[in-house]
């Protein structure tokens, strides 16, 4: 999602394994790690090659250039013909180079079909979240919109705010507690949604916007995405600078023609309320 702000909740200690670095990372890192461990492996080979001249059928004697691409064409189980192993040791490391080719591929396969098939971030967020009036009450408010004109099918919203609790031995114990919504799902959301919290006596927003203690608020959308037939979901997280008092959000659909319109444009705008 463009406009979502990074919240590190990492800590010393946990462990990362390489198959959640390899999902997280962008794709042209993705593809850049692909084509070294390609060229690294045919580099290990090619010079394995150079070493053992004659083990290769009309390869040049000492030549990496030869090696490289017997190598490569190994790896890649191309065979052209011209050069092929000429003795059981050259069969025997080419062999050996087929099965770390056929692990290569698959992992690699494997890699991609599902980073494409991962849940992907399909929702924007505005970029502030405003506290106004909502119905003679007075709410926190977040507005969210799909990134596609398809719309989205049960979609569920949750709202969360870090709470700092000092336990009865003087440990301080940090969480997320959930804040009620007005509404916490739609059937079909194909136009913009506000998610309202009514800010009523039980609510700690205020509270925890005025403490000096560190504020964090989270929202997690998730829903049936009817354009790719498959789960999709959206998140972002506020600061105490993201949170403007005494605000609303300005319009963003429209009734033209007959024909309803939303403006992604002014879906972040938000005004101060005029008293």
Request: zero cysteines; glycine letters at 8%; charged letters at 15%.
């Amino acid at each position: 999602m463009g406009n979502r702000r990074a919240v590190k909740i990492g800590a010393p200690g946990i462990k990362y394994d390489v198959y959640n670095w390899t999902m997280e990372i962008r794709w042209p890192a993705f593809v850049g790690l692909v084509a070294a461990i390609f060229i690294a492996i045919n580099v290990i080979f090619g010079l394995i090659y150079m070493a053992l001249p004659g083990v290769i059928a009309n390869a040049t004697p000492g030549s990496f250039l030869d090696g490289f691409f017997f190598s490569i064409e190994t790896l890649a189980t191309v065979g052209y013909g011209n050069m092929a192993p000429m003795t059981h040791l050259g069969h025997s490391i080419a062999s050996v180079e087929i099965m770390i080719g056929l692990f290569f591929t698959a992992t690699i396969t494997g890699l991609i079909f599902a980073r494409f098939a991962r849940p992907r971030d399909s929702m924007i967020f505005s970029d502030k979240a405003v506290i106004g009036d909502y119905e003679d009450k007075h709410a926190l408010m977040i507005r969210l919109a799909p990134m596609h004109a398809r719309p989205f099918a049960t979609v569920d919203a949750q709202m969360s705010l870090l709470k700092r609790t000092i336990l009865g031995d003087g440990r301080e114990l940090a969480e997320l507690i959930d804040l009620p919504l007005r509404r916490s799902r739609m059937a079909m959301l194909n136009l913009s949604w506000t998610l309202v919290h009514i800010l009523d006596g039980e609510s700690p927003v205020i509270a925890a916007l005025n403490s000096d203690q560190p504020f964090l608020l989270v929202v997690t959308v998730g829903g049936h995405d009817t354009l790719l037939a498959r789960q999709a979901f959206g998140g972002r997280s506020y600061q105490r600078e993201d949170v403007l008092v005494d605000h609303h959000f300005v319009d963003v659909i429209s009734n033209r023609d007959g024909v309803v319109h939303l403006d992604m444009s002014l879906l972040h705008d938000a005004v101060p309320v005029s008293h």
